[in-house]
Nanobody, 131 residues
Framework: QVQLVESGGGLVQAGGSLRLSCAAS????????MGWFRQAPGKEREFVAA????????YYADSLEGRFTISRDNAKNTLYLKMNSLKPEDTAVYYC????????????????????????WGQGTQVTVSA
């Protein structure tokens, strides 16, 4: 059974930074793409960022304007999301997710952005950005 455990969320002032981590276990982490999604109160879950199994490709939601960086350490089975210049509208529960297809290759701007592509999810970590 795959387990994903997020950490690193918290309360931060606008303009601040946070780094989220997602520790994975239960299958060969390095063979699967990984993603971050978020869900704000009253809103649908939305794609934030994703990274291919090899870390050779990364994908971001256009709305982030280059403020977030996704990375992974396959030796540590850990996924990261560095968030800079945080805004109140970034307030949400952030979820990491594991893609369902091993060694998946995709070319295109919409790669890895669909929630239904992922078959395992973490429990989420709350990020709150105060104005």
């Amino acid at each position: 059974q795959v387990q994903l455990v997020e950490s690193g969320g918290g309360l931060v002032q606008a303009g601040g930074s946070l780094r989220l981590s997602c520790a994975a276990s239960g299958r060969t982490f390095s063979r699967y793409g990984m993603g971050w999604f978020r869900q704000a109160p009253g809103k649908e879950r939305e794609f934030v960022a994703a990274i291919s199994w090899s870390a050779g490709s990364t994908y971001y939601a256009d709305s982030l304007e280059g403020r977030f960086t996704i990375s992974r350490d396959n030796a540590k089975n850990t996924l990261y999301l560095k968030m800079n210049s945080l805004k109140p509208e970034d307030t949400a529960v952030y979820y990491c997710a594991a893609h369902g297809v091993p060694d998946y290759y995709c070319a295109g701007s919409s790669c890895f952005s669909g929630a239904d592509e992922y078959d395992y999810w973490g429990q989420g970590t709350q990020v709150t950005v105060s104005a």
